[in-house]
Structure formats: structure tokens, C-alpha cells
């Protein structure tokens, strides 16, 4: 029996005005909830000094603070006439480049399921061996001199190009140091099962060891600038699992980072493969990790808004409010001595990108407080 190839035979009905078989649809992702609207005076919560509308935390206060409802973007993040400004070099890393993390993708439409066993534990059954290319960009300032030794910022997410203009400013304000920022992709997807949930969520190392190994001679080489190693001139920066990757990066490997900078951090139990030594992910910082380890040389600029993600997912195991998550870290973060500043942003929502325009410049001068810089 002759069998007609299946591109004829859609052709053949087109032509005889026939609709051709339909395609398979994914299922939608059920519709997410809208946060709830959070009051920063909730019992329980850090006391905070609220400040005036518009108004920032001061740079050299560390504490918790309250601001809003009005979010006016800083002078900073927007271009300036007559200020210096730095290179951006972009380029690409494919998963073909990398030892540590070869590449991993969930099947589009499908999504974790609680263990019925375990609402604390998300089972992914849909995750495989995938490719990727991620995106970099490396910022140098107009004022670095090649062949010189700088500190330098590595950002999630990016590119990041209003990190970028931010820091034309400062630098040219001299508020912050000459710095490189390195600006790094994620590997793609999102959450559990996801390249990019394993890299931001995973309660080790690793994302900095691959950062260490793997990307920042890359970008020694085709930007030509030369990177600190001194962990003070070191920092780290991301927004939601980006922001908790960026203090997991400076919790496990303090000898190469320092200072941390996060907007709604995601200090909630994301974590996949479940690990039996931090059993409920980056919710173990305020949970367990903090106040039972001795106070690490790290100083964290904190956001948070009072829309902030509620139970994102399927997972019903009081451990996925964005709101309390940061709270908590406030908490634990004071109780131990830590160098930290923590921000309640009224009016805003998850990543709140204006709340960044906001506070950006002064969160960037406050992270780099008591820099002095070392000669390598």
C-alpha cells in the first residue's frame, strides 16, 4: 500500500479547501493568582523606618527601610550629557563550552508536581539533556586603564544595560569605584527541571565555581581587562532566583564574594534536585543556614515589594512567600550582625522595575561602602 508522505497530504486537503488535522496544543499554565497586597506594619515583620515618598534608604545606614508609594526613576539610570561613557562587549556561550553545566530543559508545557509524599519536595518528570546559548555583555568604564587590576560586579538575568548607565554616573559621581560589570544570560527556561532553576536555585557552589572557571577568563580575554581577586572588590547582583543565586554565590565560596545586592530575592524552596542537606532550598538562609553558621564577610542590600509573589506554584508547604522569605532574612540578618540594608517597597510587584530605576544608584553606593581597594 503506497503511503502518502504527511506535507502531501496537508497540501492535498489546503488545495480541496479542507482544513488540515490540527496540531497538538500544550496545555496553558493555570493562571497564576494575583498577589496579595502586603502591609509592611504586619505583625511579625522588621520594624522599619518608613520614608517619605520618594525619598530612598541612605547610603550609610545599614537597617530596614519603607519606601514609596511613588517609584521616580534616579537621575543615574538614565544617560546623562557630558558623563563619560563606558564599552559594552557582548558575546555568546553555547552549552557545547561548559564541563559544569551541559545543558538541561523541561518539555515546553509541562510542569512539576508536588510529591504527595512531601509538599516540600516538587518532582519533575519532563526534564532532559538540552542545548543552550546564553548572552553576556561586559561593561568597562571610560575610566578603566587596560592592563590595571579591577573590582567588578557579576549581574543574573542580563544583559543589564540599566546597571550599565547607572554606573557611568557613579563612576563619574565617584560614588562607587571604577568597576568592570559582567552582565551574564541565563541558560534559558525557568523554575524547576529549567537550565536556569538549576542554575540559580541549586543551594551550592556551583553557579559561582562555573562563573570562576568558565566565564570570567572569557571575559578577561575579549574585553581585555583584568579582574580582582580580592573578594572585597567582588560583588554579586541579580532579582528574583537571580538575587538568592547571587548570595548563594557569596555564601558558598565568601573568599571570592563579599557584597550582594537582590531584588525580590527568591529565598524561597525552589530548589530541583532536591538536596537532603538543604531540604528546603534558599528557604534553609533564614530557616537554618544563617543563624546556626558563624557571621560570613558578606554585606546584602535587600528588596522586597508589598505585591511580591504568594505560593508561585503548585506547592502548598508555606515556604513560597516572597514577602515573609525577605522578612525572615531581615530578621536573621540583624539578629547575627550582619552588614545589610533592607528595603519594603509599598506599590510594587515582583522585580518591581521601577522600584529598581528608584533605588539602584543608591543601592550600588551603599553595596560598595568601605571599599578601598587592594594592589595585585
Not at 553545566?101 to 512539576?112: D, H, L, N, Q, V
Request: aromatic share 8%.
Amino acid at each position: 500500500m503506497l503511503r502518502v508522505p504527511s506535507i502531501a497530504l496537508s497540501i492535498g486537503l489546503l488545495a480541496m479547501g479542507q482544513d488540515a488535522p490540527p496540531r497538538p496544543v500544550a496545555p496553558a499554565r493555570p493562571a497564576r493568582p494575583a498577589p496579595p497586597t502586603r502591609d509592611p506594619h504586619t505583625p511579625g515583620y522588621v520594624t522599619a523606618k518608613e520614608l517619605p515618598d520618594g525619598e530612598n534608604a541612605p547610603v550609610d545606614q545599614d537597617g530596614n527601610f519603607i519606601l514609596g508609594p511613588t517609584h521616580k526613576p534616579a537621575p543615574e539610570t538614565t544617560v546623562q550629557e557630558g558623563v563619560p561613557q563606558g564599552a559594552v562587549i557582548e558575546f555568546t556561550m553555547a552549552s557545547t563550552d561548559s564541563k559544569i553545566y551541559p545543558g538541561i530543559a523541561r518539555e515546553p508545557g509541562t510542569f512539576g508536581q508536588p510529591d504527595p509524599n512531601d509538599p516540600a519536595k516538587m518532582m519533575v518528570t519532563t526534564s532532559h539533556p538540552a542545548p543552550y546559548t546564553r548572552k553576556l555583555a561586559v561593561y568597562v568604564p571610560k575610566q578603566y586603564v587596560p592592563g590595571t587590576t579591577a573590582p567588578f560586579i557579576v549581574g543574573a538575568d542580563g544583559p543589564d544595560k540599566m546597571l550599565f548607565t547607572a554606573l557611568d554616573n557613579l563612576i563619574a559621581q565617584k560614588k562607587v569605584p571604577v568597576m568592570i560589570a559582567i552582565s551574564i544570560g541565563n541558560g534559558s527556561g525557568d523554575a524547576q527541571g529549567s537550565q536556569r532553576g538549576l542554575e540559580y536555585d541549586t543551594m551550592s557552589g556551583l553557579y559561582a565555581e562555573f562563573v570562576e572557571k568558565e566565564v570570567l577568563p572569557l571575559v578577561e580575554e575579549k574585553a581585555n581587562v583584568k579582574l580582582t581577586k580580592d573578594p572585597e572588590g567582588r560583588a554579586t547582583m541579580g532579582g528574583s532566583s537571580g538575587g538568592s543565586a547571587a548570595l548563594i554565590m557569596a555564601w558558598y565560596h565568601p573568599e571570592w564574594y563579599h557584597r550582594v545586592l537582590t531584588y525580590s530575592g527568591t529565598y524561597v524552596n525552589q530548589q530541583w534536585p532536591s538536596n537532603p542537606d538543604t531540604p528546603h532550598g534558599a528557604w534553609e538562609f533564614h530557616e537554618r543556614l544563617i543563624p546556626n553558621s558563624p557571621v560570613k564577610p558578606i554585606r546584602l542590600w535587600m528588596e522586597v515589594g508589598d505585591r511580591d509573589n504568594y505560593n508561585a506554584n503548585t506547592m502548598r508547604d508555606n515556604m513560597h512567600d516572597w514577602v515573609v522569605a525577605n522578612e525572615n532574612m531581615a530578621k536573621v540578618l540583624a539578629a547575627k550582625g550582619y552588614h545589610y540594608q533592607f528595603v519594603f517597597a509599598v506599590n510594587a510587584g515582583h522585580t518591581d522595575r521601577n522600584v529598581k530605576a528608584q533605588t539602584l544608584p543608591e543601592a550600588l553606593e551603599w553595596l560598595w561602602k568601605g571599599y578601598r581597594g587592594k594592589v595585585e
